[in-house]
């Protein structure tokens, strides 16, 4: 096969790749619903937390991500002379999970499996993301908050890569515009005061708050 065919063919592995959903495999392997038909109908690692508890959680996490960290780090190896190539599949599989074709293009919201990509493409990156994450999900315990949050950590680490590595900031801010356009309802439900908690996760926040209030405010 030529160099042209295996270039073009690895972005399109990583679509399929990223349209096999950890929700999917999960339920193949456990049982019980289609996470599409309990709680908020999202087949990511938010929902079936908080549907199918964290064993089922964590393996649909660990799929997710794992796909993004094979079509970012593994498959550009089909073509491996173009520097572009990993952020090409990085972003495709990304999509694939967005918009799965077998599902009629209603899949996860991304969170994990661009994780995986960035653990690849540009892991100091992550662990920046990571931490906003954290610290947002312990203030606030708002999942969705906290991605957007890494979502903006990732717009600064592509803005500040403009001139040293366009493909990364590139990648970065096309990925951060999916990340907003995913999360568009829970966006909605934050401003309106409707979104879902997770208050057990809001260590910070309820440790501050505390604070305060024993402080005599």
Known sequence: MSNGWLTALAPVLAYLLGSVMGGDLMRMLLGGADLRSAGSGNV???NALRTRGPLFAFGVLLIDFGKGAVA?????????QHDWLPYACGAAVALGHCFPPQHGLRGGKGVATLGGAFVVLA???LLAMLAVFALAVLLFGYVSLASLAAAATAAGGGLLALYRAPSLAAFCLAMVLLTLYTHRDNLRR????RESRFERARLLGRWLERRFKSSGH
């Open 190 to 193: 934050l401003l309106a005061g």
């Open 123 to 125: 892991p100091s990156l």
């Open 44 to 46: 990511g690692t938010t």
């Open 72 to 80: 970012a780090g593994l498959l550009p190896r089909l073509a491996p």
